[in-house]
């Protein structure tokens, strides 16, 4: 079944542990970001870790290739379960990155971000990509699968593309989530939690239809009991 990641994209760790603090036991996953992890530094990880959740570590990293290798043996022994590097790195920086994580961290699955999903083709072409999305998102997970990643970052908008190609071996982790007529904010490639599991999403990413919601534990629950609905229906088919 789709698993739910909630993004605490929150000003600082007391206001993130208030958050998740009831939804112990209801909850797998939390991701931490850049807004934390500049906040607090690398030790936040055992923070979340240690409250009993699963900690996917957002960091996107993209330099060059020892950079990057450097950056991951810098979390040697951190407990995150997911970490992702930047496919814009390109091959030989993702080779590095699954290299040393291999090594520094051997129970971190490395994930590739695509392209992000606040994105769209006119975006894409400011930056000299003058693809759609969907052909843009295809080669990057093509060469970060072909460099060893476990699991890519995409919308779920291409899910169907990237499931023909590549089966559901990877983890298909996709942001991009909201309900049917919320404001998108930043996002560009959207679609609904119910979509994305029928797309066959691993894992779904939620911050702020969570975050802004004015009870976020039952906005935690009612995404999974759509999930839940959503994998019945795809299992029933
Ligand atoms: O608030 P919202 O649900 O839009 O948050 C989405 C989260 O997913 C953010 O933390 C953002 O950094 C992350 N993300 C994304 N698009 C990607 C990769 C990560 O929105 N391609």
């Given at each position: ?6 993004a ?12 998740v ?8 996953w939390v ?9 607090h530094?690398?030790q936040i ?8 959740f699963?900690v ?9 290739p020892?950079?990057v ?19 814009l ?5 993702l ?10 961290l051997p ?15 006119g ?8 693809h ?6 295809r080669?990057?997970?093509r060469?970060?699968?072909g460099?060893?990643?476990q ?8 899910l ?15 942001p ?54 959503a994998s019945g229906?795809s299992?029933?088919?």
């Amino acid at each position: 079944m789709t698993e739910l990641i909630l993004a605490l994209d929150v000003a600082d760790k007391d206001e993130a542990l208030a958050l998740v603090a009831p939804l112990r036991g209801h909850l797998r996953w939390v991701k931490l970001g850049l807004q934390l992890f500049t906040r607090h530094g690398p030790q936040i990880v055992e923070c979340f870790a240690g409250q009993g959740f699963s900690v996917f570590l957002d960091l996107k990293l993209h330099d060059i290739p020892n950079t990057v290798a450097s950056a991951i043996k810098s979390l040697r022994g951190r407990p995150c379960s997911l970490l992702t590097v930047h496919t814009l790195g390109g091959p030989e920086m993702l080779c590095f990155a699954v290299e040393s994580a291999r090594e520094a961290l051997p129970t971190t699955t490395v994930l590739g971000v695509t392209v992000l999903t606040s994105m769209d083709a006119g975006q894409l072409a400011a930056i000299g990509l003058g693809h759609a999305p969907v052909d843009a998102v295809r080669l990057l997970a093509r060469m970060g699968i072909g460099a060893g990643l476990q699991g890519l970052v995409c919308s779920p908008q291409e899910l169907p593309v990237l499931r023909a190609e590549f089966g559901s071996g990877p983890l298909w982790v996709t942001p991009g989530i909201r309900a049917a007529g919320a404001p998108a904010d930043d996002q560009n490639r959207t679609l609904t939690p119910a979509e994305a599991a029928a797309a066959g999403a691993s894992h779904i990413v939620v911050g702020r239809p969570i975050l802004k919601a004015p009870d976020p534990v039952r906005a935690v629950l009612a995404i999974q009991a759509e999930l839940a609905q959503a994998s019945g229906a795809s299992f029933g088919r």
